[in-house]
């Protein structure tokens, strides 16, 4: 049983940046692909980005590729989303999520919500313009 906890919502101005937390319990958390996607109201979840077990691959949409980075610190347990440059449309729920890297055949397969473990309860952004 893995539990993930987000933080670091908030509210920013256009063009401001904002930085992610998500810590997870356990002493499995290496073996895990970690993602993150967001949710806005009416709106399907949708996939922002993923990262490798070790940290040394990373996948992300390409509506923030350029714009916000994953990273993660396997001894803090802790997986982080660098948000910069923020738009009003990036105003969303941000949920991360733990996938047993061996269900993936590639770190492209953690764009599909249906391969995750775990899931965060989620943390709000709102973006003012």
């Known amino acids: 049983q893995v539990q993930l906890v987000e933080s670091g919502g908030g509210l920013v101005q256009a063009g401001g940046s904002l930085r992610l937390s998500c810590a997870a319990s356990?002493?499995?958390?290496?073996?895990?692909?970690m993602g993150w996607f967001r949710q806005a109201p009416g709106k399907e979840r949708e996939f922002v980005g993923a990262?490798?077990?070790?940290?040394?691959?990373?996948y992300y949409a390409d509506s923030v590729k350029g714009r916000f980075t994953i990273s993660r610190d396997n001894a803090k347990n802790t997986v982080y989303l660098q948000m910069n440059s923020l738009k009003p449309e990036d105003t969303a729920v941000y949920y991360c999520?733990?996938?047993?890297?061996?269900?993936?055949?590639?770190?492209?397969?953690?764009?599909?919500?249906?391969?995750?473990?775990?899931w965060g309860q989620g943390t709000q952004v709102t973006v003012s313009s």
């Open positions: 990262i490798s077990r070790s940290g040394g691959n990373t």
């Open positions: 356990g002493r499995t958390f290496s073996t895990y692909v």
């Open positions: 999520g733990a996938v047993s890297a061996a269900r993936l055949n590639g770190l492209t397969m953690a764009a599909g919500q249906s391969m995750y473990n775990y």
